[in-house]
């Protein structure tokens, strides 16, 4: 067996914490790491002590939503926003985030954060984000460059409102 790198060895973590997810459609896990310390971890699942997934059955499946949408009517905290919960912020400044995903049949599926996600790393002052591509093989992100992403989207938003 192959040693792997620091990235595969933090991103292999993530998806051990995905196990834990309740979602029955895609788990995600979350690792946040300083230096080489883990700082923090978090899956996608309810809030802690609501009913999940698991128990009770998915309403996007019922409903029939498609993959990575339809935030508004899942219960999930996604394992991102976990990861951050279950961290102190004198850790995450200046840490890596390592986000990886399994799809219900098992395979990989790309994790990346969702708008939200990404306006809360952003304020967690995470530096860079490296996520589990659908191939197995790791992107990263500079969360720096998220910054002017979404402020780039919120001024388009807003011009469209205000040209009616």
């Known amino acids: 067996m192959e040693r792997p790198d ?5 991103l292999k973590i993530a998806l051990a914490v995905a ?12 690792v946040v790491v300083n230096g080489n310390n883990i700082v ?3 899956y996608n699942g309810p809030a802690k002590g609501v009913v999940n997934c698991m128990e ?5 499946d019922e409903m029939d939503s498609p993959k990575g949408r339809s935030y508004d009517y899942c219960p999930a905290v996604h394992a991102e926003e976990n990861a951050i919960i279950n961290s102190n912020r004198s850790d995450r400044i200046g840490a890596k985030l390592y986000l990886a995903g399994l ?3 098992g ?5 990346m954060p969702c708008q939200r996600c990404k306006r809360k790393i952003i304020n967690s002052e995470i530096e860079e984000v490296i996520v589990l591509d659908d191939r197995g093989e790791p992107e990263s992100y500079q969360v720096e460059d998220w ?3 979404d402020s780039d989207w919120y001024t ?5 409102v205000r040209d009616g």
């Open 40 to 42: 923090g971890t978090g």
């Open 147 to 149: 910054v002017q992403e």
């Open 6 to 10: 620091k990235t595969m060895y933090f």
């Open 107 to 111: 395979s990989y599926t790309k994790a």
């Open 156 to 160: 388009a938003e807003l011009s469209a």
């Open 56 to 60: 009770v059955g998915c309403i996007k």
């Open 103 to 105: 799809d219900s049949d």
């Open 19 to 30: 196990a834990r997810s309740t979602c029955t459609r895609r788990k995600f896990g979350a």
